[in-house]
């Protein structure tokens, strides 16, 4: 399964031009797909419906969006007039080849800001019926101002993605309702814009401190970043390049999986040639239970 994850700066790429169709040719061959900074009815791109913009670029996938962020719109500073009822909607999306059986979006903790701009971020559950078994995928977008901030919604995640079994996810006991029961699979993908850098504070919150004699030791409930896995960093990792500046760039994105997921990833790239937002395409590769047996079988 490929896994692609893309903050897509509300359709507006490297060069400012707003260009949703390379948007989804850079994202070719994805089986599962976050985005970060989808909109509606938000003015500077012309109060577009971003989500129903990108299903219908993806006709034969599933989609889900999780706004955060909702607003009344009013006319914009140019005079223009949106639609009756238009809301300004900021948040997530995940589209995948195999039906998304159940969905919610976590609301992330935020606290007032003055004079910086501090939106209601989320983090998008999605639970999709892949061929090998249900899997959880979180699309995932942090505060960019505070580290501060960050942890605390990194601590409030990863709370609440352990204790998803115990809660049931979106829904138990859905025979009243006439549904089928939704599963409740262990493990799970984390991907998005972290807003952090590699081996930083909120990073460590959440992978868990390195160094000493034993370095990062996995441990159940705390996810695994899929590049140091891998060992596919660079040496000047990016994923994220200022549009005005071009030398300025950082590693912002990722991938974790849970510790059951280990063992399964099999690549993990950066597509820095993509030129759709500010941000690139974080690709990872997770093969079936069977590779991981192969693996396994070969290193005895």
């Not at 800001?113 to 501090?118: A, F, L, Y």
């Not at 249900?134 to 605390?152: G, T």
Request: hydrophobic share 40%; net charge negative.
């Amino acid at each position: 399964m490929n896994f692609a994850s893309y903050n897509i700066q509300y359709g507006f790429g490297l060069d400012g031009r707003y260009d949703l169709a390379r948007i989804a040719w850079s994202l070719e061959g994805a089986d599962v797909i976050a985005l970060q900074e989808v909109t509606r009815g938000f003015s500077r791109n012309g109060f577009a419906d971003m989500a129903a913009d990108i299903a219908a670029l993806f006709p034969d996938y599933f989609w889900v969006y999780g706004p955060a962020c909702d607003m009344h719109v009013e006319a914009d500073e140019d005079g223009l007039q949106p639609v009756r009822g238009t809301r300004f909607q900021f948040g997530n999306m995940v589209l995948s080849r195999w039906p998304i059986v159940s969905t919610r979006t976590l609301l992330l903790p935020r606290s007032r800001t003055i004079g910086k701009i501090n939106l209601q971020r989320g983090a998008t559950e999605a639970v999709i019926a892949a061929p090998a078994g249900a899997i959880r995928v979180y699309c995932v977008h942090l505060d960019h101002v505070s580290a501060d901030e960050r942890i605390r919604q990194l601590q409030f995640l990863n709370a609440h993605i352990n204790a998803f079994i115990q809660e049931g996810g979106t829904l138990t006991g859905a025979g009243e309702f006439d549904l089928p029961e939704p599963p409740l699979p262990e493990d799970y993908i984390i991907m998005g814009d972290f807003n952090m850098e590699p081996e930083s504070p909120e990073y460590c919150a959440l992978a868990g401190a390195g160094g000493g004699y034993y370095g990062r030791v996995a441990r159940i409930g705390t996810p695994v970043d899929a590049f140091a896995a891998l060992e596919a960093y660079s040496p000047e990792s990016y994923s994220w390049m200022d549009p005005e500046d071009h030398g300025k760039r950082m590693h912002l994105d990722y991938c974790f999986v849970s510790c059951g997921l280990q063992s399964r990833l099999k690549s993990a790239r950066i597509d820095t040639q993509s030129v759709g937002s500010d941000h690139f395409p974080v690709w990872v590769e997770i093969g079936d239970e069977g590779d991981a047996a192969d693996a396994a079988t070969s290193r005895v």
